[in-house]
């Protein structure tokens, strides 16, 4: 059969790239056309990688904005080039702003829609669930509890487990011992604190600051921050000089996985973080009028997807427009070994990784997707 995978995002290249293994490995015959990235690539061949996330990923509405033209045109293009594959079913992956315009088009020409990683339509955008219903024949969620939610919408979702799980696994399973990761990257002995920035620029000069004022707290432990490949190394350098916090590209996972405890902003990584055991807390930089908004704009009572998941606070989140230095290193050392709430976190983190699924999410998701479309 042939599948058209769209994605937008490093994250997506991702899961797409695992979900690609697992449809091959249901249905040797499957035949691939993509907007994603080089994980993608490397299931489903270079040749059928029509366009890379690296030129579709705009982040925030100014950046849209900014881009309006380039974003209609790349819609445009993607509906040329699936009308031109012609595939049995076309698979979103996350990316909601682009993929659910892509819904309503592909539905509207009688093709299949199938939507992996839902759209986070419990947090805000609650309006997109009518569209979902209207547009997405098949819905696939990565959190247990949005299975209930999307019922009560009159949507009856499938969940497998979480992707992450899979990208974790796979990870460990290769990756370097804790005396190479720290030869590798210049760091010594001490104890770590990963320090988990953002993914964006403008998170990265919010949030490296406070985390850099709470490391001068700590001299027997090294901070190190956990850069993103696709933001230029000096915008770190610059915000980290004068301090003694150190930096490491591209190494996410070595050193959340070496680290004692972590500090971490919103989205994805505070999950990551848990699923591999580190002790966390989540510290958010917003602007004043947002600690106002904040009740009013946000549908749920937390930010960090393991407090979500698990329905009550476990890691601590500081969302603030100006932190007390000494009371967040006060929560810091509760979590860190010998801390007073270290133990409680990680068993909270053993629910989580239960609730989560455990291996194979990937590939029970490719084989509800080949079976459904055999039927």
Not at 288 to 296: A, D, M, N, S, V
Not at 318 to 341: H, Q, T, Y
Not at 359 to 368: L, T
Request: a neutral charge; proline letters at 4%; one cysteine or more.
């Amino acid at each position: 059969m042939k599948y058209f995978i769209v994605v937008g995002e490093p994250s997506g290249d991702l899961h797409g790239s695992n979900l690609m293994k697992g449809i091959v490995a249901e249905d040797s015959e499957a035949q691939f056309r993509f907007w994603g990235g080089d994980k993608m690539a490397e299931v489903g061949g270079r040749e059928n990688l029509a366009k890379h996330y690296r030129e579709t990923s705009f982040f925030g509405i100014a950046q849209v904005v900014r881009n309006l033209r380039t974003v209609l045109g790349q819609i445009d293009e993607c509906k040329r080039d699936i009308e031109a594959f012609n595939p049995d079913v076309v698979i979103l992956i996350d990316y909601p702003s682009f993929n659910m315009r892509i819904a309503k088009w592909a539905k509207a020409k009688g093709l299949k829609v199938y939507y992996y990683i839902a759209p986070k339509v419990w947090a805000w955008k609650e309006w997109r669930v009518k569209e979902i219903r209207k547009y997405v024949d098949r819905l696939y969620t990565i959190f247990p509890f949005e299975t209930e939610y999307f019922r009560s919408k009159g949507i009856e979702p499938i969940f497998c487990g979480n992707p992450l799980c899979d990208s974790i696994a796979q990870y460990k399973a290769t990756m370097p011992s804790r005396e190479v990761f720290l030869s590798d990257n210049g760091l010594d002995e001490r104890p770590i604190v990963a320090l988990l920035a953002g993914s964006r620029r403008s998170e990265i000069k919010d949030n490296l600051a406070d985390m850099i004022a709470i490391s001068r707290h700590f001299p027997d432990y090294q901070f190190v921050v956990a850069a993103v490949p696709w933001l230029e190394r000096e915008l770190y350098e610059k915000i980290l000089q004068g301090s003694e916090v150190k930096v490491v590209c591209n190494r996410t996972y070595d050193t959340l996985i070496y680290a004692e405890a972590a500090i971490v902003t919103s989205g994805t990584a505070t999950l990551e973080t848990a699923l591999m055991n580190t002790p966390e807390i989540v510290l958010y930089h917003v602007p004043k009028i947002y600690e106002w908004l904040r009740p009013i704009v946000l549908k749920i009572p937390f930010i960090s997807l393991v407090n979500i998941n698990l329905g009550r606070e476990c890691v601590r989140e500081i969302v603030v427009n100006k932190i007390d230095v000494e009371a967040v290193s006060e929560e810091l050392r509760s979590i860190l070994e010998g801390g007073a709430k270290r133990a409680k976190m990680l068993a909270d983190f053993a629910e989580l990784q239960k609730m989560m699924g455990g291996e194979g999410s990937s590939r029970r998701a490719a084989a509800d997707i080949v079976k459904s479309l055999r039927k």
